[in-house]
């Protein structure tokens, strides 16, 4: 890879952010963290390539997180990570532009795939 890509992940659970984060550096790529919505949005840049977003944090979560992104007008890729097997989610994602959603516990080779696609697409648009 040529050129890190910034990636945020926001989750609340400390050792699920730390795994993923070290999944993600295995793969080469430069991270940052925040443990709930409200840190991310105040820490991301337009330097921010990708956003891993747990759905079910407090004070603000993966939705109200999106909802947030959105309104600022930023079109960062978000992808969910959810413990939630929730046939209205796959709705909400859809509906927010959520680029993925993965559930817990995530794996190193899906997480990697999914971000690979993400940034694939991201960079045609």
Known sequence: MAEKQKIL???DNDFVRM?????????GYETQ????????????GSDTALAIVDLRMEPMGGL???RALRGKELDTPVVF???DDNNDLLEQ???WDVAAVLMKPVMKDRLVKT????MITR???
């Open 9 to 11: 992940i926001v989750e």
């Open 64 to 66: 109200d997180f999106v």
């Open 19 to 27: 795994q993923i984060v070290r999944y993600l550096k295995d793969a």
């Open 93 to 95: 994602a859809a509906k």
């Open 81 to 83: 990570v959810t413990g």
């Open 123 to 125: 960079s045609r648009a």
């Open 33 to 44: 963290e925040a443990k709930d919505g409200v840190e991310a949005l105040h820490i991301m």
């Open 115 to 118: 971000v690979q696609r993400v």
